[in-house]
Structure formats: structure tokens, C-alpha cells
């Protein structure tokens, strides 16, 4: 939740950089640390007013466009400091590459720069047009919120009114996506649209509140308010009349959205991806201990220790409300049709914890019913071993081919 994965380094770096007219166009180069690979992408160019400017790309970090400041310039070299991290890079120009060293803390790490971008990640199951099927953009009004919404919804290639054929709505998981969930280069929902056309179901998917075509304001926003976003979806839904059953299908914090929506009666039937299933600050407690495990460092972290760090960020609204939401009295409402999933090596939403608390309170509400916890899936359904469950921008899969099918067949059973 809220993506605050360990990074390789704290290389959130709001920089300076110098700049010639050598050196400008894209430069990219590679820190290398602890057999870790970081790419880092550096965008040179004068602005409207003819003053260097630029912005820097963490591909693997999901990290685009942030803001970097030139200075301090040569013909041939660039050196950038960011004392409040302990950082600086001094680089000189050397032919056609720029040669320099990285330092952080104390650590020293070669890196050269060479211009253009990073070779794009590899995507196979990303779809392109032209699609076997219908595509519709449409729009959709929270009225209380004052925002409008502008997502896709695939119809399948049989797709007439008189079918009655079921429809999904999705929703994203934590902080702000677009329609098709983008992250590390992975468009999970536009993968799951897809499958789920050529499957016969319908689906609905939009861009988060205040992202790319949709409006609306995210300050001091919940997860409840955004449940309030996915009920304005259902309702365009309902309205539409071209539907049979609805449902949601949510990822992460859309998981726990989705149980909020199925207590309320809402929905026809659940789809929970990495839903949580225990209070808010239990999950971040474990979710840390899980990425310090993973590089090594003490698993040290508590409740008390989490709620006292969130204590000195009190304007967060929506981490506040997530670490004191327990979804437990919320999942125990629920009597429509759940699947609920997670994958084993999942260390966001931990499967053991989160996937049992939601079944102890679903396990005799509905027949129809399915948990499942997938072996050597991470949080985005990607195959992947622990030691790379959280690498995963270099993981070409998008959402493993068993969980796509079993979320259809288990739609069409319904």
C-alpha cells in the first residue's frame, strides 16, 4: 500500500545538474550497488525562457518526470550535490559518454551517463489495436465530489443488450493511476480488460480522481471518498441498462474499496486482488518487516512504531484513515458472491495474514465463495522468486495466465 517499497537508495532526487549544449537531449545511466541494478533516466533542455531545465525518470522506482535544477556549468562537465541526502555526482564529458561517480553517504558507485533512453521493458501480454472487440470512452459524475470521471469500457465481440453478458468495474489500487493501473511499465488493467473481453465479460476501467482525463481534488482524500468514486462508476452502470450481473473487481486498496462496496449491497459479486483483510496498521508493519527481511536488515518494525512515525505526518488523511481502518466488521457484512486472492510471495499485502482474516469472516456467507492463495505470485500476480518479488519492472509478465482464467471462469459460474 501507498507503494513505499524499499528503495535500492533514497534516490528521490530533486537535483541540480549542470548542462552544455553538449550534454543536453537524454542521458541515461545504470548505479550498480549490492548486485542491484538502478536505471536512471536524466531529460536536458532549455525552457520557454531559454534557461537550462529538466527533469529526471526512475523507471524501476515508477518515478517520471521529477524536476531537476541546472547549474554550476563546463563545456565538458556536469556536477550535481543534494545535501539533504547526502548525494552529489561529478561527471566529465568523454567522447560520446559522460564518466563520472556517484555518491551517496558515504558510498562511492561509478556511473556513466550515455545518451537516449533506457531500451523500453518487454511487455508481451500488453494488447494493441486493432481489438477483437468493442471499445467505448465514457464519463461519469461523483456530484459531491464535483469530479468527472473519463474511463473505457470493453464490450465483448458477442456483446448485444438482449445477452445480459456480466460487467466489471475495476478499481486501482493505492495513490493516484490511470485506467489501465500503470505502474513499472505494467498496465495490469488494460491486460485484465482485455482477457476478460475475449472472455465474454464486460468491464469498465477509469482514471483515478484528479489523473490524466479525469478531474477532481485528491487532498485530503480516503479511501472512503474513493469508494464514494467507484459507486458514482456502478451507478453509470446501472443506468446504462446494457448489463446482466455488475461487479468490482479491485486491486490492493481497490480490494478493500470492493468489501466496502459488497457491505453496502451494491454489487452483484467481489473480485478481491491483494485486498487487505487486517487493520491498516498490522498491514504496514508487516509489509515493512517483509522488504527488510528481503535486503537483509532487521525486521524490526511494530504497530507502535508505524503509528508513531505516521503520528509526525498528521495531515496525511488518507494514511490516518488507513491505519485505523480494520476491514474486519466490513468484510463480515458481506453476502453477495467474493473472490478473494493474493500470491505467496506477495510482500505488500502479506497472503497468510490478510487472505485467512478474510475467509474466517467469508467462509460460510456464500457457496459460491473461492479464496486462493497462488504459489509464487507477487503483489501484481507476477510469477517471480523472493528475492525478486518486489523487482517488478524486470519482470516481462503482467498478471499471471492462471489467475486471468480463473477469474473468468469463475465469473461465468456465477
Not at 533506457?118 to 465514457?138: A, H, L
Not at 485484465?192 to 465474454?200: M, R
Not at 504496514?284 to 536488515?297: F, H, I, P, S
Request: charged fraction near 20%; aromatic fraction near 8%.
Amino acid at each position: 500500500m501507498k507503494k513505499n517499497l524499499l528503495l535500492i537508495l533514497a534516490v528521490w532526487i530533486y537535483s541540480t545538474i549542470s548542462y552544455a549544449q553538449e550534454i543536453d537531449g537524454i542521458w541515461h545511466g545504470n548505479l550498480n550497488f549490492n548486485g542491484q541494478k538502478l536505471g536512471l533516466i536524466f531529460h536536458l533542455y532549455k525552457d520557454e525562457n531559454g534557461k537550462p531545465s529538466g527533469k529526471m525518470d526512475i523507471p524501476q522506482q515508477s518515478v517520471t518526470d521529477m524536476p531537476i535544477n541546472l547549474s554550476l556549468l563546463t563545456q565538458d562537465s556536469i556536477s550535481l550535490h543534494l545535501p539533504a541526502i547526502g548525494m552529489s555526482y561529478n561527471g566529465k564529458l568523454v567522447q560520446d559518454k559522460i564518466k563520472g561517480l556517484f555518491k551517496q553517504n558515504g558510498v562511492s558507485i561509478p556511473m556513466d551517463l550515455e545518451q537516449g533512453e533506457i531500451d523500453k521493458p518487454n511487455r508481451p501480454q500488453e494488447p494493441f489495436p486493432p481489438f477483437d472487440y468493442q471499445t467505448q470512452e465514457i464519463c461519469f459524475t461523483n456530484k459531491n465530489a464535483n469530479a468527472v470521471f473519463s474511463g473505457t469500457l470493453t464490450y465483448p465481440k458477442e456483446y448485444s443488450k438482449e445477452k445480459r453478458i456480466p460487467v466489471v468495474l475495476m478499481i486501482t489500487g493505492s495513490g493516484p493511476q490511470d485506467r489501465n493501473e500503470e505502474i513499472f511499465k505494467h498496465k495490469p488493467f488494460l491486460v485484465i480488460a482485455d482477457y476478460l473481453a475475449k472472455n465474454g465479460i464486460a468491464s469498465l476501467r477509469y482514471d483515478d480522481r484528479g489523473v490524466s482525463k479525469s478531474t477532481g481534488e485528491r487532498s485530503g482524500c480516503t479511501s472512503q471518498d474513493y469508494a464514494d468514486d467507484a459507486d458514482s462508476g456502478l451507478q453509470w452502470l446501472k443506468d446504462c441498462g446494457k448489463f446482466g450481473k455488475i461487479g468490482v473487481l479491485g486491486h490492493s486498496e481497490g480490494g478493500l474499496i470492493a468489501f466496502m462496496l459488497g457491505a453496502e449491497s451494491k454489487v452483484d459479486f467481489i473480485i478481491s486482488m491483494a485486498g487487505p483483510g487486517i487493520k491498516g496498521d498490522t498491514l504496514l508493519a508487516e509489509q515493512q518487516n517483509a522488504a527488510l527481511k528481503l535486503y537483509g536488515q532487521p525486521a524490526n518494525r511494530t504497530v507502535e512504531s508505524v503509528r508513531a512515525e505516521v503520528s509526525m505526518n498528521p495531515k496525511d488523511s488518507w494514511l490516518n484513515y488507513f491505519i485505523d481502518y480494520d476491514p474486519t466488521s466490513t468484510i463480515s457484512q458481506i453476502k453477495i458472491p467474493v473472490m478473494a486472492i493474493n500470491g505467496s510471495n506477495d510482500m505488500q499485502v502479506i497472503s497468510t495474514s490478510n487472505l485467512n482474516a478474510i475467509k474466517k469472516e467469508l467462509i460460510k456467507k456464500n457457496k459460491k465463495n473461492v479464496f486462493k492463495e497462488y504459489i509464487g505470485l507477487n503483489h501484481l500476480f507476477q510469477h517471480c522468486q523472493i528475492n525478486n518479488s518486489l523487482d517488478y519492472y524486470n519482470i516481462e509478465e503482467t498478471c499471471s495466465e492462471e489467475v486471468l482464467q480463473d477469474i473468468v471462469d469463475w465469473i461465468n459460474k456465477l
